[in-house]
């Protein structure tokens, strides 16, 4: 009986072992691994984790999910030792005559202020990333998106242009060298300087669609009739993609949303360009949105 035991007892703690050993891997690949296989700008085959970061904001939002992730892997494992302990220790064979506690004052308080405690040192980082997003520092630029149904508007209303920006077709991105990605690439860019701040004006013209760029960290919903406000200052240069996160509608998966990030000389050849092109006429309402008679409230 007790050889019995004792190999039950080994054999749990050879179990929870490898269980530790399994999780730290698996947390190391995560926090190693994950930005090794984590796309610069777009996702990438076998990517863990979150997209490469481009912005201030995304540093920070990467450094709170990791933080996060430790502090979720040691509530677990702590949770899994306590389950395998009882299990051994408390089972019917083991412990026949169990005992009759029902209050335990001290381990009552531990169990409830502990938590508490935890909670708050996560909510603290939490809310000053949410600050940090939400107030807006001086913007050096500002660009107006609206979410149509299924394609976004821009409109930069400092240089008085604006134009559609619409997903690319497969025979489209063939035309390109190199190939552009499938469901990300379309056919007008956002340009925005590099190491500028952009402030992102947000609205939908006739759903609620979602404006968000996974590298800047930036995520905002494109609401009909109400003007919602982000920021982003892209720190490198590059494509990056987004893609609307509100489902909005047959074609929600094919409006996404290209933001290249260029030097300050690329932007001004690129805008004197545009200026040409998307020119809009300033005596109409700068957006559609103006005249398009508010929400769909269905
Ligand atoms: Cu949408």
Redesign the pocket.
């Known amino acids: 009986m007790l050889v019995l035991m004792r190999m039950i007892r080994s054999a749990a703690g050879a179990f929870t072992f490898a269980l530790v050993l399994a999780a730290a891997l698996v947390a190391a690949t995560l926090l190693a691994g994950g930005t090794a296989f984590a796309g610069m700008g777009q996702p990438s085959p076998w990517q863990m984790g979150l997209q490469q970061s481009a912005a201030p904001t995304m540093d920070d939002i990467i450094w709170f999910h990791n933080v996060v992730l430790w502090i979720i892997i040691a509530i677990t494992l702590f949770v899994l030792a306590l389950l395998l302990y009882i299990m051994v220790k408390f089972n019917a064979k083991a412990n026949p005559v169990p005992s009759k506690t029902t209050h335990n004052t001290l381990l009552e308080v531990a169990w409830t202020v502990i938590p508490v405690l935890i909670l708050v040192v996560i909510a603290i980082p939490s809310f000053r990333i949410l600050f940090y997003q939400l107030n807006i520092p001086p913007a050096d630029l500002t660009i107006k998106a609206t ?4 394609n976004w508007t821009y409109n930069y209303p400092d240089e008085k242009i604006e134009f559609t920006s619409i997903m690319l077709n497969d025979a489209d991105r063939a035309k390109q060298n190199p190939v552009p990605p499938r469901l990300l690439a379309v056919d007008n860019a956002i340009y925005v300087p590099v190491n500028k701040v952009v402030r992102v004006q947000v609205i ?1 013209s006739d ?4 404006f968000a760029v996974p590298s800047f960290g930036i995520k905002i919903d ?1 609401i009909p009739g109400r003007l919602n406000e982000t920021w982003f200052k892209a720190t490198r240069e590059g494509v990056y993609y987004g893609q ?6 047959k ?2 998966a094919f ?1 996404p949303i290209e933001v290249r990030v260029v030097s300050d000389q690329a932007y001004a050849t690129w805008l004197a360009d545009a200026k040409k092109k998307f020119a809009t006429d300033t005596s109409a309402p700068a957006n559609a949105v103006a005249s398009a008679g508010g929400a769909k409230t269905e």
């Open positions: 979410g149509n149904q299924w939908g759903v609620i669609h979602a494109a609307c996160s509100e489902l909005c509608g074609d929600h409006m």
